[in-house]
C-alpha cells in the first residue's frame, strides 16, 4: 500500500517554519534569517520512500495588516494551505500570544477531520516547566491530534514528528517523480539565495523594498573544460534612493553581496558559478499587480 499526503505548515513569521520543513525534507529549500517575512512564496518540498511521498509546503508567515498588495497575496497563500491539506503543522513557540478572534485560531478551530500537529518550536530555549505549560495550555484551547515540543534549527525531536507524520498519512498515489525534490526551478532557487544575502547584509527597511529576478542562467564551461553556470541577476528597489544603498561606496555593498551570493549559490548547485549582479528602480512594485505576477506573486 502507497501513502501520500499534503502537509501544510503554517505559524506567524520567524517562528521556525522554513527551518522545520529544510529539517523535514533534508534538504535546504527554504531561506532562513533571523528577520521576518523571510519566506514570501508557497514552497513545496517533497519527501519519498518506497511506500510514501510527503509533499510539504512552506508558507509565509501570516501578516495581520497588510499594507501592500504583496502582503495580501502572501496571506493568501497562507488561506489555500488550509483548503488543500491533509495534515496540518501549526508551528509556534512559547511565550507568543494569540487573541481569539486571531485569524490563525480561527482558521486552526475549522480545520475539520483532518490530522491537526502543534508544533511547538525552540524548545531548547525553555525549561521543561515552561514546555509543558505551554502545551497544556494550547490542548485546553485546540483540540489538536498530536502535540510534539521539538528544536528545528538542533533537530530535536525531529526525526519523532516526522514518524507521527507518516503514520497519518492516508493511503494515496505519487504525485511527484521520487527523485523530485521540490516544485520549483532552480532559477526560483537563485533568486532566493541572492534575497537571503540582501536580508543578512543590509538594515532596515532595505530588503523589504527589494526582489530579485535571474535574467540569465546559462550552463557552460571554464576555459579549462570545467562545468560553470553564468547567472546574471537584477536587483529591483522600490525608491531611487535604496539603489545607492544596494550598491554602497564605490560598489563596494554590492560585491561583497555578490561574493556572498556566489558561493551560497556553488553549495546550492554543487559547481562553480559566475554570478553578475545588477540594480534596477521599480517603483511602487509591492502594489503593481502585473509586476507582482511577473515576481511569480500568483
Same mark, same amino acid.
Given at each position: ?30 531561506? #532562513? ?60 513557540? #512559547? ?8 485569524? #490563525? ?17 525552540? #524548545? ?175
Amino acid at each position: 500500500m502507497h501513502r501520500s499526503g499534503f502537509v501544510n505548515i503554517i505559524g506567524r513569521p520567524n517562528v521556525g517554519k522554513s527551518t522545520l520543513m529544510n529539517a523535514l525534507v533534508g534538504e535546504r529549500m527554504s531561506i #532562513i534569517t533571523n528577520k521576518p517575512q523571510t519566506t514570501r512564496h508557497r514552497i513545496i518540498g517533497i519527501l519519498s520512500g518506497d511506500d510514501f511521498q510527503l509533499v510539504f509546503s512552506d508558507t509565509p508567515g501570516i501578516i495581520r495588516d497588510p499594507a501592500y498588495k504583496m502582503h495580501e497575496i502572501m496571506n493568501s497563500y497562507v488561506k489555500s494551505t488550509f483548503e488543500d491539506a491533509d495534515i496540518m503543522l501549526f508551528v509556534t513557540e #512559547i511565550g507568543e500570544k494569540f487573541a481569539d478572534d486571531d485569524p #490563525i485560531i480561527q482558521r486552526l478551530k475549522k480545520v475539520g477531520d483532518i490530522p491537526l500537529f502543534l508544533v511547538l518550536n525552540k #524548545i531548547d530555549l525553555h525549561s521543561q516547566e515552561k514546555i509543558l505549560l505551554a502545551i497544556q495550555e494550547w490542548n485546553d484551547r485546540i483540540s489538536f491530534t498530536e502535540t510534539i515540543p521539538i528544536s528545528a534549527l538542533h533537530k530535536q525531536n525531529t526525526d519523532q514528528l516526522l514518524k507521527l507524520v507518516k503514520g497519518k498519512l492516508p493511503e494515496g498515489p505519487e504525485y511527484y517523480p521520487k527523485d523530485q525534490l521540490t516544485d520549483r526551478p532552480e532559477r526560483f532557487f537563485v533568486s532566493e539565495i541572492i534575497r537571503e544575502k540582501i536580508l543578512e547584509q543590509y538594515e532596515q527597511e532595505i530588503p523589504y523594498f527589494t526582489e530579485v529576478g535571474v535574467t540569465e542562467f546559462k550552463e557552460t564551461t571554464t576555459k579549462s573544460g570545467e562545468p560553470l553556470v553564468r547567472i546574471h541577476a537584477t536587483i529591483f528597489v522600490g525608491r531611487r534612493g535604496h539603489k545607492g544603498i544596494i550598491l554602497g561606496k564605490q560598489g563596494r555593498a554590492i560585491k561583497r553581496l555578490g561574493t556572498a551570493a556566489r558561493k551560497g549559490i556553488e553549495a546550492f548547485l554543487e559547481q562553480k558559478v559566475f554570478l553578475e549582479l545588477f540594480v534596477k528602480i521599480k517603483d511602487n512594485w509591492r502594489d503593481d499587480e502585473r509586476t507582482l505576477k511577473h515576481f511569480g506573486y500568483n
